[in-house]
Structures are given as C-alpha cells and as structure tokens.
C-alpha cells in the first residue's frame, strides 16, 4: 500500500471522526500539531455525552487545529453526521485547495464509505481505519477478510488508502460475525 504522506506544509490536512473513531484520529492530530501541520477534525457522535476529547481539544495547544463538534441529535457542536458536516465544510475550499487535500477517517463504517464517496467525487485522496470482527488478530481465521481481495484488516491494515478501498466490495455494505457469515452494515 501507498499511503499518503501529510508532512507537506501545503497539504489541506481533514480528518473525519465518527464515535470512539476519534480516538486514533486524535493521536494523528497531535502528530500534526507537534510539527506545525494545520488541519481540521470533524468529530461526530450520537449524543452531547458520546463527545469525547473536548477538554483536551480546547487545554493543549491546538493552534494548527480546526476542530469541529457535531452530534446527530444536535445536543452538541452541530447537528448532523460527521460525513454531512464534511461535505459542508469542504464547499469552503477552492478547486486549488482540494487538489491538495489528504482525508483520514475512521468511526463507523458506513460515515466513512459516505466520507469516501464525497471523496471519490472529488478525487480527494483518503486513508481508512476499518474495523472487523477479529477472532484470532494474526490473519489465520479469516473474519476480517475483505472481498473479493481477500486482505485481511488484521494483518494488511487496518488502514487503507482509497485506492485499495474503491476495489473492496464489501466496504461500507457487508462484515462478517464470529461464525463467519456475511451479513449487511
């Protein structure tokens, strides 16, 4: 795989969070930060108290860091998913900024394949952190197996850049239960 490389000053840094998704997202975020990387986190959840990281967010020093609240319910930061905001907050930039952009995602699979979809449409490179039942987490049993690849997020991810993405047929629709059986998102 060919990720993306976000240490170019000019780079139009996204990175889009949905629930407990935030947490990966955040430690990204810091990484950015320490060296000097503006960007914007769109972080989504359910409900006001699902919200996490807000005290963090405002006590360190997030001067290269837009952050962006929204809930479902509207109960806080703005109301609606985190992929709807994202596709608002990107009618900011200009053709010229958005050829520039990098996205990261991760959260809920079908907020993110929304998120890849705006993307894809935009022909804006994006990195994905997939979530899949793992029962053995060495690539032996085969759970978190992506068709028609067949890569597994234990081993070969769990991040997957757009390119790989756009070629699984199961992201955003199908995942696997502890038996095995496929079943739609």
Do not use: W
Request: net charge negative; glycine share 8%; hydrophobic share 35%.
């Amino acid at each position: 795989n060919s990720y993306t490389n976000p240490e170019d000053k000019s780079k139009l840094l996204l990175l889009i969070a949905g629930g407990t998704g935030i947490a990966p997202l955040n430690f990204l975020a810091k990484k950015l930060a320490e060296r000097e990387l503006e960007h914007t986190i769109i972080e989504g959840a359910n409900k006001d108290r699902e919200i996490i990281f807000i005290n963090q967010f405002e006590s360190l020093d997030y001067d290269f860091s837009n952050v962006i609240f929204c809930t479902d319910d509207g109960s806080f930061g703005n109301e609606g998913f985190a992929s709807n905001i994202f596709k608002n907050e990107i009618k900011k930039y200009s053709k010229k900024d958005l050829s520039n952009a990098i996205v990261y995602t991760c959260g809920p699979e079908k907020m993110m394949y929304d998120v890849f979809q705006i993307c894809k449409d935009l022909n804006i490179p994006m990195e994905a952190s997939l979530e899949r039942m793992m029962r053995c987490g060495c690539g032996l049993c085969g759970l978190c197996s992506l068709d028609p690849l067949g890569l597994l997020v234990c081993v070969d991810g769990p991040v997957f850049n757009s390119q790989i993405l756009h070629k699984i047929d199961d992201f955003g629709k199908f995942k696997r239960d502890i038996t095995g059986k496929k079943s739609e998102i």
